[in-house]
């Protein structure tokens, strides 16, 4: 399986941008899909997860969606009323285990699947 990120782009602050991640040779009915971003110089941090229920990082929540696709093999995320802090390049990341805990699913090295990036720039 292989997961492929788009929909980045630059924009300005409060803008909204659609992220998608479709996964080519399989699909995820279950198990946990997830999405993670890292800014120059900081480390990957977790930013939304589908998984049993979902989960998001204090700093997007209520701003951001995460959804899954009807075929199950791309995971969206929505991100509105964007700050320059949320500039980094995004990951969507995936796994057959259903995470439900926060040592779960915010680790990006437990996703057995992991895509490339799409950029996210937002200006002030």
């Known amino acids: 399986v292989q997961l492929q990120a788009s929909g980045g782009g630059l924009v300005q602050a409060g803008d909204s941008l659609r992220l998608s991640c479709a996964a080519s040779?399989?699909?995820?009915?279950?198990?946990?899909m997830g999405w993670f971003r890292q800014a120059p110089g900081k480390d990957r941090e977790f930013v939304a997860a589908?998984?049993?229920?979902?989960y998001y990082a204090d700093s997007v929540k209520g701003r951001f969606t995460i959804s899954r696709g009807n075929a199950k093999n791309t995971v969206y995320l929505q991100m509105n009323s964007l700050k320059p802090e949320d500039t980094a390049v995004y990951y969507c990341a995936a796994d057959d285990r259903t995470f439900s805990t926060r040592s779960g699913f915010t680790q990006p090295w437990l996703y057995y699947y992991r895509g490339q990036g799409t950029q996210v720039t937002v200006s002030s």
């Open positions: 040779g399989g699909t995820f009915s279950r198990g946990t």
């Open positions: 589908d998984g049993r229920g979902l």
